[in-house]
């Protein structure tokens, strides 16, 4: 896709979806339309970017030129003359900024609601919070309105929205990305984070974002490559009380899926870690928010507290009587429960936690702001206070709202911690599992599309999709009619048949694009493969990728592990 036909379809979509509270600013329609043209014509003269035609939203706490800083604090906002080094890395590769989105104000708050500028709903349910602190952010790529979207984390802010819109939040490792040009909320442990409705393009902003910028010291420092782990760690049935309704059984759904795709599952108490999770907030440490921002809500405060967050405000004001004794006696006690959280990682890959432990609706955050807030952090706050790195992932529903659960682990495991979660979710598909999310918007006249093979994201011939503007839908799964080998083509490709009998339900993506475009596709189709209609386990019908029945002599059966990326993975060891 054009980046002028992504902003074309963008002022449509953004429209349509009528969610204000979404954004705190939004860059001329003009404006974006002449930088569309402009990035257009260098890529048509060879520039090389490979993230034109993706849209980008960014948390208002991050710096944008040319657009405001506020972090959702009116009396807090100042005009930046340069991109923070993780925007500025993004649009050289080609993605637009569209706009600035809200948040928590001051990235205080896990729920999406403490902001001047209206509390963000959720996008599917609106009488439900869309999480915080990154909500503008996480809604406004679960609506389909952009494809990425920056947030920034400290005790979850990245991760929480993610899990409860189905989405994909990458919380990188301290430092892999600069937070130079971030207002920051706790300095020493603020990550900025990318959400996403594909795993692969999350991924690769993420690697686009990476790396020293000679500014922020935390991104200068040596990066070492974790052991590697074996065992994925998941806590006993008592460290997961407090869950809603509903939200155990699927958590058991997804150690399950863990399991079927061949990870050594241990039960394991992570009592040290959750022990670190509740210093956060609840010692000395808050004390680094006050450092930040602190002189500045208390003028405001003096002289009357207009637009401030007032939950936020007593949070921030109250983070500045810590002495430097107890912020001593506290680092003590954290460096204690690190070496015990150690002990617990030792020979692991990662956690596996729900990503929160509820999805309250606004009025239940309006009674009681701390206490349900407090109730969202469980798994997430000791994540940056140990240095680890962390992926929530999209894990199915219950009660028709997206489930979320979360790997962490060491840190610069990142790309690992990426892998394993790819490795759960294409098991964990099936007839209880729904899409990642809402479709996004797009034409209503597009195809339907089954890929189960090298046309799949982070496959190599995904870009065939991709170049023709296909928007992928989510993760699905064919009814149990069919069967899969593997064909002896370049590159390698599965071939999908249906079978009389001995059928298995086959994993594979739906992808939409336009009818122009898979007849492309078909033109351009190279024999063995076909296209053809294929039954999904929900009884529909769809257009998706056959073989040849001669491609099949001396083809290597793989249905057993129902996954073409799952057995290419355990194929290459």
């Not at 594909?198 to 990476?210: F, K």
């Not at 964990?428 to 597009?446: C, K, M, S, Y």
């Not at 040849?548 to 083809?555: D, H, M, N, Q, V």
Request: contains cysteine.
């Amino acid at each position: 896709m054009t980046a002028r036909a992504a902003v074309e379809g963008f002022a449509a979509a953004l429209a349509a979806a009528d969610r204000p509270e979404v954004w705190i600013h939004l860059r001329p329609l003009e404006e974006l339309v002449r930088e569309a043209d402009e990035l257009d014509a260098a890529v048509a003269a060879g520039a090389v970017a490979p993230l034109t035609g993706r849209l980008l939203a960014v948390k208002d706490n991050i710096d944008v030129a040319g657009c405001p800083t506020t972090a959702a604090a009116p009396s807090y906002a100042y005009a930046p003359t340069a991109d923070a080094p993780a925007v500025a890395r993004l649009r050289a590769a080609g993605a637009l900024v569209v706009g600035k989105t809200n948040l928590d104000q001051f990235a205080t708050g896990l729920v999406g609601t403490r902001s001047p500028y209206g509390a963000v709903r959720h996008a599917q349910d609106p009488t439900r919070i869309s999480g915080g602190s990154s909500s503008g952010s996480a809604v406004a790529v679960a609506l389909g309105l952009v494809d990425l979207a920056l947030g920034t984390d400290t005790a979850g802010s990245g991760r929480v929205p993610a899990a409860l819109h189905g989405l994909w939040g990458l919380k990188p490792t301290r430092g892999l990305v600069p937070t130079t040009g971030v207002v920051p909320a706790c300095a020493s442990l603020d990550c900025v984070t990318v959400f996403a409705r594909e795993p692969q393009l999350a991924a690769q902003a993420l690697a686009l974002m990476a790396g020293p910028d000679g500014i922020d010291p935390l991104a200068s420092r040596p990066r070492t490559r974790p052991a590697d782990g074996g065992v994925l760690v998941v806590p006993p049935a008592d460290e997961l009380d407090g869950l809603a309704p509903g939200w155990r059984e699927q958590f058991g759904d997804v150690v399950a899926a863990a399991r079927a795709a061949g990870l050594r599952v241990q039960e394991r108490s992570i009592a040290p870690l959750l022990d670190a999770a509740a210093m956060l907030y609840e010692s000395s440490f808050v004390a680094e928010r006050y450092a930040a921002v602190g002189a500045h809500v208390d003028a405001v405060l003096a002289a009357g507290g207009a637009g401030l967050d007032p939950t936020v405000a007593a949070i921030v004001h109250a983070a500045g009587g810590y002495s430097a004794a107890q912020l001593f006696a506290d680092q003590r006690t954290l460096a204690v429960r690190a070496m015990a959280a150690r002990e617990v990682l030792a020979d692991a890959v990662a956690v596996l936690t729900p990503t929160t432990t509820w999805h309250p609706t606004l009025e239940q955050v309006e009674a009681d702001p701390v206490g349900a807030n407090a109730r969202m952090g469980r798994y997430t706050n000791f994540a940056n206070l140990l240095d680890l790195a962390a992926v929530a992932f999209p894990a199915g529903q219950v009660a028709g709202l997206p489930f979320g659960a979360m790997l962490t682990g060491p840190a610069f495991g990142d790309e690992r911690l990426l892998e394993v979660a790819r490795r759960i979710r294409a098991r964990l598909v099936g007839p209880r599992v729904e899409a990642a999310g809402p479709a996004p918007v797009g034409d209503p006249t597009d195809v339907p599309l089954l890929v189960v093979g090298a046309h799949r994201s982070g496959q190599p011939l995904n870009h065939e999709l991709t170049d023709r503007g296909a928007r992928l839908v989510g993760l699905v799964e064919t009814a149990p009619r069919y069967r899969l080998h593997a064909l002896a083509t370049e590159p390698p490709k599965p071939g999908l048949v249906r079978v009389a009998e001995d059928g298995v339900a086959i994993v594979g993506e739906l992808w939409r694009l336009s009818r122009a475009g898979l007849g492309d596709l078909l033109v351009t189709l190279p024999s063995p493969m076909t296209l053809g209609t294929v039954q999904l386990a929900d009884g529909s019908r769809v257009t998706g990728f056959g073989c040849e029945p001669i491609a099949l002599a001396g083809a290597a059966d793989i249905s057993a592990d129902r996954d073409w990326v799952t057995w290419v993975s355990a194929s290459r060891g």
